[in-house]
C-alpha cells in the first residue's frame, strides 16, 4: 500500500495514521535524507527483529539504527558526552549515524552490541512522525539489488511491488537516493570516520 508525503505540511491524519501502524508493531519502508528505508517502533522488539528478517541480518554483529527527533530526545537512548553533543550539535540535522554507546531503555535486541547508531535527518518529515509517535524510529536501508535492479531501492511504486505483501505501508516521498549515511564511531576517546556517504565529515 503506497502514501504519498510531503517535504512540509503533511496532514495531521496522515501522519496519525502512519503512526497507528507503528504502534500497532507494523513495519513501513519511507524515504529519508539519504535512501529509503525500512522503519518501526524502536522499542518495540518484535518489529524490530521483523526488519532484521527482511534484511537477512543478525543483530548481534550487525550495528542497528535509530531516528530521534531532536538532539535531547537522544541523550534518552544513548550515552553523550559534551564533546559528542557538540560534534553532533554541529552535523545534525543531516545525513550522518553516530555510533554511539546505548542506555538500558533500548530493547534487549540493540543492547546484544551495546552500541547503537544515532540518526537526526534533514527530513522534516521523518522527524515529525518520530515527535508524533513519541519515540524512536528504528531504521535501515533498503538492501540495494544488483545494478540493474537498482530501481527498486529508488522507485516507491517498485518498492510495494516487492515488500508491499511482508510490510504495512510504503510511503512515497518522491525518487530515492542510493548512498548512504556517513558513519562516525563516537564510541572511542576521538571520532572516527568509518563510512564516507552523503554527508561531508571533517576529521
Given at each position: 500500500m503506497l502514501q504519498k508525503c510531503y517535504a512540509k505540511n503533511n496532514s495531521p491524519e496522515m501522519i496519525a495514521r502512519v503512526v497507528r501502524i507503528l504502534e500497532e508493531?507494523?513495519?513501513?519502508?519511507?524515504?529519508?535524507?539519504?535512501?529509503?528505508g525500512f522503519a518501526c517502533h524502536a522499542l518495540k522488539e518484535r518489529a524490530v527483529e521483523r526488519i532484521c528478517r527482511l534484511k537477512g541480518i543478525d543483530p548481534k554483529k550487525n550495528n542497528l539504527s535509530i531516528i530521534c527527533y531532536d538532539l535531547g530526545h537522544i541523550s534518552e537512548?544513548?550515552?553523550?558526552?559534551?564533546?559528542?553533543?557538540?560534534?553532533?550539535?554541529?552535523?545534525?540535522p543531516g545525513p550522518f549515524t553516530f555510533?554511539?554507546?546505548?542506555t538500558t531503555r533500548l530493547?534487549?535486541?540493540?543492547?546484544?552490541?551495546?552500541?547503537?547508531?544515532?540518526?537526526?535527518?534533514?527530513s522534516s518529515f521523518v522527524?515529525?512522525?518520530?515527535?508524533?509517535?513519541?519515540?524512536?524510529?528504528?531504521v535501515s536501508s533498503l538492501p540495494l539489488e544488483e545494478e540493474d535492479e537498482m530501481e527498486y531501492a529508488m522507485e516507491p511504486e517498485l518498492m510495494d511491488e516487492?515488500?508491499?505483501?511482508r510490510i504495512d505501508l510504503v510511503i512515497d516521498g518522491g525518487i530515492g537516493g542510493v548512498e548512504g549515511s556517513t558513519v562516525v564511531d563516537c564510541t572511542g576517546s576521538?571520532?572516527?570516520?568509518?563510512?564516507q556517504g552523503v554527508g561531508q565529515f571533517e576529521e
Amino acid at each position: 500500500m503506497l502514501q504519498k508525503c510531503y517535504a512540509k505540511n503533511n496532514s495531521p491524519e496522515m501522519i496519525a495514521r502512519v503512526v497507528r501502524i507503528l504502534e500497532e508493531g507494523g513495519v513501513v519502508i519511507l524515504p529519508t535524507d539519504t535512501m529509503y528505508g525500512f522503519a518501526c517502533h524502536a522499542l518495540k522488539e518484535r518489529a524490530v527483529e521483523r526488519i532484521c528478517r527482511l534484511k537477512g541480518i543478525d543483530p548481534k554483529k550487525n550495528n542497528l539504527s535509530i531516528i530521534c527527533y531532536d538532539l535531547g530526545h537522544i541523550s534518552e537512548y544513548a550515552k553523550v558526552d559534551n564533546a559528542t553533543f557538540k560534534l553532533m550539535k554541529h552535523y545534525l540535522p543531516g545525513p550522518f549515524t553516530f555510533i554511539l554507546n546505548g542506555t538500558t531503555r533500548l530493547p534487549k535486541i540493540f543492547r546484544n552490541r551495546k552500541e547503537v547508531g544515532i540518526r537526526m535527518p534533514s527530513s522534516s518529515f521523518v522527524r515529525e512522525l518520530a515527535s508524533a509517535l513519541g519515540a524512536p524510529l528504528m531504521v535501515s536501508s533498503l538492501p540495494l539489488e544488483e545494478e540493474d535492479e537498482m530501481e527498486y531501492a529508488m522507485e516507491p511504486e517498485l518498492m510495494d511491488e516487492k515488500w508491499g505483501d511482508r510490510i504495512d505501508l510504503v510511503i512515497d516521498g518522491g525518487i530515492g537516493g542510493v548512498e548512504g549515511s556517513t558513519v562516525v564511531d563516537c564510541t572511542g576517546s576521538e571520532p572516527v570516520l568509518l563510512r564516507q556517504g552523503v554527508g561531508q565529515f571533517e576529521e
